[in-house]
């Protein structure tokens, strides 16, 4: 078998906060394959942001810092990398699209200057060239008269070309790993299906791994080959997208399905979850979901469970899988 591109063990980050420990993360572990996207759905405050800022070690200081685990890009542990090191990766390797590109670009730099910075730092390009390669960048991305955008700032543009803008930041130095924070939340239905049909044909031109935060299962269903769920901590369960959508066995997994519109059924109400995510400054025992669970036992509460293979490929964190997959 080949190595991942990207292998995550056991990984913590915790917040050192005056009002306690966070454990925003607190044992997550999955890979990344070259050319795959690899979806991690959630709650907000389930620990997938955090997970990917670990990822690319941009965690809040002071009080952000991984206490465990292993991040390894092409066999290469991140986590060891000094921060002179990881400066030289970040851009290069693997890069970042975050999820407001209002707050990611700069108001009072053109577009040009903006997407000329990696390639200045990372390609060393002379000026002569660096004009001709942004155009180029902005022209794959689909920016309509590339030539007068350059000269643009942020604030002239909509907020779809401004995610195209990020993106074609992100991609300048053509890296292998492409993380992106929920980019479409700010997006119409239109325009963010325009942008995902973007981000494939990149994939495919480029050969990108993307992992795709997001809490929105039509955007997994889109684009995604595999999905990872989050909640408190940790990853609850993992499968191919079409398991997922065909046969969740968790009780959260099935609970966040239930909880979307379905075009073939008329509601006039979408079941909610009860309850509220527990707090991650409490040292935890048992299944994280077990007081919003109405299947969880005595040992949901006591102990937590260990990861059930349900199929190949299909992994669970459950006591009662078997009767959830059953259910389901």
Same mark, same amino acid.
């Given at each position: *078998?080949?190595q991942?591109?990207?292998? +995550? =063990?056991?990984?913590?980050?915790?917040?050192?906060?005056?009002?306690?420990?966070?454990?925003?993360v607190?044992?997550?572990?999955?890979?990344?394959?070259?050319?795959?996207t690899l979806?991690?759905? !959630?709650?907000?405050? &389930?620990?997938?942001?955090?997970?990917a800022?670990?990822?690319?070690?941009?965690?809040?200081?002071?009080?952000?810092?991984?206490?465990?685990?292993?991040?390894?890009?092409?066999?290469? =542990?991140?986590?060891?990398?000094?921060?002179?090191?990881?400066?030289?990766?970040?851009?290069? &390797?693997?890069?970042?699209?975050?999820?407001?590109?209002?707050?990611?670009?700069?108001?009072?730099?053109?577009?040009?200057?903006?997407?000329?910075d990696?390639?200045?730092?990372?390609?060393?390009?002379?000026?002569?060239?660096?004009?001709?390669? +942004?155009?180029?960048?902005?022209?794959?991305?689909?920016?309509?008269?590339?030539?007068?955008? +350059?000269?643009?700032?942020p604030?002239q543009m909509s907020?779809?070309m401004?995610?195209?803008i990020?993106g074609?930041?992100?991609l300048?130095?053509?890296?292998?790993?492409?993380?992106?924070?929920?980019?479409?939340?700010?997006?119409?239905?239109?325009?963010?299906?325009? #942008?995902?049909?973007?981000?494939r044909?990149?994939? @495919?031109?480029?050969?990108?791994?993307?992992?795709?935060?997001?809490? =929105?299962?039509?955007?997994v269903?889109?684009?995604?080959?595999? +999905?990872?769920? *989050? #909640? @408190?901590?940790?990853?609850?369960e993992? @499968?191919?997208?079409?398991?997922?959508?065909?046969?969740?066995?968790?009780? #959260?997994?099935?609970?966040?399905?239930r909880?979307?519109?379905?075009?073939?059924?008329?509601?006039?109400?979408?079941?909610?979850?009860? !309850?509220?995510?527990? =707090?991650?400054?409490?040292?935890?025992?048992?299944?994280?979901?077990?007081?919003?669970?109405a299947? @969880?036992?005595?040992?949901?509460?006591?102990? #937590?469970?260990? *990861?059930?293979?349900?199929?190949? !490929?299909h992994?669970?964190?459950?006591?009662?899988?078997?009767? *959830?997959?059953?259910?389901?």
């Amino acid at each position: *078998m080949t190595q991942p591109l990207l292998k +995550v =063990d056991d990984l913590r980050t915790y917040l050192f906060t005056r009002n306690g420990i966070v454990r925003a993360v607190d044992g997550v572990s999955f890979h990344v394959d070259a050319g795959e996207t690899l979806g991690i759905v !959630g709650e907000s405050g &389930s620990g997938k942001s955090m997970t990917a800022l670990s990822i690319q070690r941009l965690l809040p200081r002071p009080a952000g810092r991984i206490v465990g685990g292993e991040i390894r890009l092409e066999g290469e =542990d991140l986590v060891a990398k000094s921060e002179r090191q990881m400066s030289a990766i970040r851009g290069r &390797s693997m890069a970042m699209i975050l999820q407001d590109p209002m707050s990611s670009l700069n108001p009072v730099f053109t577009i040009g200057q903006q997407v000329s910075d990696p390639l200045r730092t990372h390609r060393k390009l002379p000026p002569g060239e660096l004009r001709k390669a +942004v155009e180029r960048l902005l022209e794959m991305v689909r920016i309509p008269a590339p030539q007068t955008r +350059v000269n643009d700032y942020p604030h002239q543009m909509s907020g779809g070309m401004r995610q195209r803008i990020v993106g074609a930041i992100a991609l300048s130095c053509e890296p292998k790993l492409l993380i992106a924070d929920e980019p479409t939340t700010a997006l119409d239905v239109t325009v963010q299906a325009q #942008y995902l049909r973007l981000l494939r044909d990149l994939q @495919a031109r480029l050969g990108l791994a993307i992992i795709m935060i997001t809490h =929105d299962f039509g955007v997994v269903a889109r684009i995604c080959d595999r +999905v990872a769920v *989050m #909640y @408190a901590g940790r990853i609850v369960e993992t @499968a191919a997208t079409t398991t997922l959508f065909d046969r969740p066995a968790h009780p #959260y997994t099935q609970a966040l399905m239930r909880s979307m519109p379905r075009l073939d059924q008329r509601s006039d109400r979408l079941p909610a979850i009860d !309850g509220q995510p527990p =707090d991650l400054r409490q040292t935890l025992t048992g299944c994280r979901f077990a007081p919003r669970c109405a299947h @969880a036992s005595d040992i949901c509460r006591q102990q #937590y469970p260990e *990861m059930t293979v349900v199929s190949p !490929g299909h992994a669970v964190n459950c006591w009662h899988a078997d009767r *959830m997959m059953a259910a389901s």
